[in-house]
């Protein structure tokens, strides 16, 4: 009895293994087809948008849909970009969004790099009422913020649209966070070469945290590229006025044009399409290393 059972178990133990070598396969396969169908769902209404802006207005609509064009029409785009002025719409944003952009990098990497390596009094409570920021809405500094603009004598210009939004409380987070995981010595070895302050920031620590860096920014550009309210407010005419604006104006006096609308979206959505698709290892690789460190 005692060598039947050694026996089978053996048996046993390589019948488990090969069940648990069945299941991995498709387990696999199940996670790669609920990946492909979220891809899908994610990726089709885009695909619609760029068919429709290359199909003729009449075109657009029909029963059954059409989901491939045979013959595109590409002048769309150029209707967007001139007739629409669209053109003038994306340079505001590119200007609007990179000033943003450099100002909450710049403002951010400082004020983290006081948080971890200054020492002050009620540094920890000055942090935290930075955090604090992140909990106030948008819509309760909107009209401070508007009298303000309105005071200085900003309204329609650029510095109305960037200069509200030169601080970012979660760039501070994100780059103390990133900041604490750095050992001490690093600091201190600073210190003896000959170092300063500056020097040690922008030798030392930036390039040692550069995907945090480029996880920021490319969050940074997506909130300044795809903002509407604020933009609405404090503008006036075509020439401060930023994309999203112009959007929604092109989708009102172009009702008749659906093609020139759809091209209007695909044009204005690029920046950010070509953004992610370059920087998307970066952007996780910031954010996962901004969360776990410290």
């Known amino acids: 009895m005692r060598a039947e059972h050694r026996n089978a178990r053996p048996h046993e133990e390589r019948h488990v293994k090969g069940t648990f070598a069945l299941r991995r396969p498709v387990r696999r396969i199940a996670r790669y087809a609920l990946l492909v169908g979220m891809a899908v769902v994610v990726a089709f209404p885009i695909y619609i948008t760029v068919v429709n802006a290359l199909l003729p207005s009449a075109q657009i609509g029909a029963r059954p849909p059409t989901l491939f064009p045979t013959h595109p029409q590409w002048g769309s785009f150029r209707a967007a970009f001139s007739e629409a002025h669209l053109g003038i719409y994306l340079r505001n944003s590119a200007i609007v969004t990179i000033g943003i952009t450099a100002a909450q990098l710049i403002t951010s990497v400082l004020a983290a790099y006081a948080f971890v390596f200054l020492r002050f009094p009620a540094r920890r409570v000055i942090f935290m009422v930075c955090i604090a920021t992140l909990m106030v809405p948008l819509e309760a500094t909107i009209l401070p913020n508007y ?148």
Do not use: C
């Open 147 to 294: 009298r303000t603009i309105e005071m200085l004598g900003w309204y329609n210009t650029f510095p109305a649209l960037i200069v509200p939004f030169v601080g970012s409380g979660i760039g501070i987070f994100l780059f103390r966070q990133a900041f604490l995981g750095l050992p001490r010595d690093l600091r201190d070895a600073a210190t003896l070469d000959g170092y300063g302050h500056l020097r040690f920031l922008t030798r030392v620590v930036l390039p040692l945290n550069r995907p945090v860096t480029a996880a920021f920014g490319i969050y940074a550009f997506l909130t300044a590229w795809n903002q509407y309210l604020w933009p609405l407010l404090v503008t006036q005419t075509n020439s401060v006025r930023t994309v999203q604006i112009g959007l929604r104006q092109l989708s009102i006096s172009n009702f008749n044009q659906l093609d020139v609308v759809f091209a209007g979206t695909v044009l204005g959505a690029l920046p950010i399409f070509v953004l992610l698709f370059v920087f998307q290892r970066q952007l996780v690789r910031g954010l996962t290393a901004g969360a776990l460190k410290g």
